[in-house]
């Protein structure tokens, strides 16, 4: 049922979490007043009918959307969020930015093909350290989660890690009316950044930590639900706009989505993570019904599922940072608190989390 699976299962203390999203905020209605030019009343109709069943509100966006085709500006391009988001992490943790050792960056929405995104947000801080970028969608956090708790065992004292997504660059307003999934990205992504910094265990059991690290995809080939099919070498030419843009198979989502939260869940359970002992569920941030979704799916108390895209939509890589950043600052976790977080992603099916336990500590936001 998980195919196969890699898993890191000694504890890796949480130094400190941090998170920044674009100035432009939009409501649905005014999201829908600013594009209205593109859009046809039976499609503005539709795309209100979408953020219904979404149950998204809200949006940041590193674009204004005053015409089709856009570039972010500047004080939202995927430097400057992801730096930001670092730096507040590491404010959160006390330490210094001389202080970390490796930034590991993941994104599908990178500054530039090459250069890295996390060679720009290096920049940005005056990182002189060694990084390196996974190319990955919403389980990003997971692999990367996994790969610096390696590097921690092997001695590596503190990792900022860091997810940033500006996917709204990639949609063509002009192409709302010809292509539906388009229409759909309008609806539901957002832009952001969130980072977390990582470390030694050096107080057992008082600092906050991930523990039961996890991370693997379903059996099987399965072609795309959500993918960038042009730009790359394999097609280095775009679509006639010259807009590189996401393409979504969203009936392969909703039909394989529960799939990878089983999956996520059963293998959380073979790590000794006991449904008994969670306080809270962070699943993937998909939409604003995931509460419900999961109640349904995998038979936990919607009441104590987190579901945080009504405010900020799906935010792809830096998702699951932000939501966990998020409910760190919230009030509403206790000392001694179990979350446990389930990732999933739509590229090639991957999901992955971890166990975050809360403590009282210097890395309290």
């Not at 998170?19 to 593109?38: I, K, M, W």
């Not at 349904?296 to 966990?324: C, E, F, K, Q, Y």
């Amino acid at each position: 049922m998980t195919g196969h699976l890699i898993s890191h299962t000694s504890p890796v203390a949480v130094l400190g979490s941090g998170s920044a999203l674009p100035a432009h905020r939009f409501r649905n209605e005014e999201l829908l007043d600013r594009v209205s030019g593109f859009l046809p009343g039976r499609l503005r109709r539709r795309a209100t009918g979408m953020a219904g069943k979404l149950g998204i509100e809200a949006r940041f966006f590193s674009r204004p959307f005053f015409s089709a085709r856009e570039a972010p500006v500047a004080s939202a391009s995927a430097p400057y969020l992801g730096a930001s988001a670092v730096q507040n992490a590491l404010e959160s943790s006390g330490l210094r930015i001389e202080e970390l050792e490796l930034l590991i960056g993941h994104t599908t929405t990178p500054h530039t093909l090459l250069p890295s995104n996390a060679a720009w947000i290096a920049e940005r801080l005056a990182f002189g350290g060694p990084h390196v970028e996974l190319r990955q969608a919403c389980t990003g956090f997971a692999a990367a989660a996994v790969c610096a708790a390696a590097l921690i065992d092997s001695g590596v004292k503190s990792v900022a890690v860091a997810g940033t997504e500006v996917g709204s660059v990639m949609l063509d307003l002009e192409r709302l009316a010809a292509d539906p999934e388009q229409l759909v990205n309008l609806m539901q992504m957002g832009d952001g950044a969130a980072a977390v910094i990582l470390g030694p265990m050096d107080q057992p059991g008082w600092q906050s930590r991930l523990e039961a690290l996890f991370y693997g995809s379903l059996p099987g080939a399965h072609p795309p639900a959500i993918s960038l099919p042009r730009g790359g070498s394999g097609a280095p030419s775009v679509e006639a706009s010259g807009i590189t843009h996401f393409r979504h198979d969203y009936s392969a989502i909703r039909d394989r989505g529960a799939r990878l939260l089983i999956a996520g869940l059963a293998a959380a359970e073979s790590l000794g993570v006991e449904r008994s002992r969670i306080d809270w569920y962070l699943p993937q941030q998909v939409n604003g019904r995931m509460a419900e979704f999961c109640a349904r799916t995998l038979g936990v108390p919607g009441d104590r599922v987190i579901a945080g895209a009504d405010s900020v939509g799906n935010v792809g890589s830096a998702a699951m940072w932000l939501a966990l950043d998020r409910l760190r600052r919230s009030g509403r976790l206790r000392p001694g608190h179990r979350v446990l977080v389930l990732g999933a992603e739509a590229s090639k099916f991957m999901f992955g989390g971890f166990l975050y336990i809360h403590a009282e500590g210097p890395d309290r936001p």
